[in-house]
């Protein structure tokens, strides 16, 4: 018999699987297909809480990075959008990170000797910080429902932009989005 507590947990994993399994068939049937648009946040929604740890083992806090606009992207290494939209990160990341930007990768409960692993084989090189959530505490407190979700934190430290699916990240226009905010 379950407690109230564990069931509910039960409840929540059984529905944040059906929707990963939604999203990651659909891409693999199709194929991946990448968009070029973010949803806009309306409101002073401010990003919640982020620190975890790296693979390289270093440390990791959002608050430390206020000043600068974040992409923060949560992914698994099995998930079809999710491989498929890490090339255009880690442009957008090449080619905005000296006028502001920071992209973090949030990995879904995978160890570091697998996402390194995976990273060594992927075939293009990223350089930007890959995170570990373990428990997925951080994919809960972001009300994360689907991978891949990406959201937008602008240098306040509130959530301005969202997307959950693939997203050709270097895209003129969500380039042209980042810009915005990175002039704010």
């Not at 109230?4 to 693999?28: D, N, P």
């Not at 975890?52 to 990791?60: F, T, V």
């Not at 000296?98 to 990995?107: H, K, P, S, Y």
């Not at 997307?163 to 380039?175: F, N, P, Q, Y």
């Amino acid at each position: 018999m379950l407690r109230g507590g564990e069931r509910g947990l039960r409840a929540w994993r059984y529905r944040f699987c059906a929707a990963l399994l939604t999203l990651c068939a659909g891409a693999a049937a199709a194929g991946p297909s990448l968009r070029d648009s973010l949803s806009p946040v309306t409101g002073q929604i401010a990003a919640p809480a982020l620190s975890l740890a790296r693979i390289d083992g270093k440390s990791y806090a959002l608050a430390q990075r206020r000043g600068r606009v974040v992409m923060v992207n949560f992914w698994a290494t099995w998930c079809p959008p999710c491989r498929a939209e890490m090339p255009a990160m880690e442009r957008l990341w090449q080619r905005l990170h000296g006028r502001g930007l920071d992209v973090v990768g949030v990995n879904q409960g995978e160890s570091a000797q697998a996402i390194s692993a995976f990273l060594k084989d992927f075939g293009t090189p990223i350089s930007f910080p890959i995170l570990l959530d373990s428990d997925s505490k951080a994919l809960d407190d972001w009300s994360v429902r689907g991978l891949p979700a990406t959201f937008i934190v602008d240098k306040r430290g509130r959530v301005r932009y969202t997307a959950l699916g693939g997203r050709e990240m270097d895209s003129t226009h969500i380039v042209g989005l980042i810009n915005g905010l990175l002039a704010e």
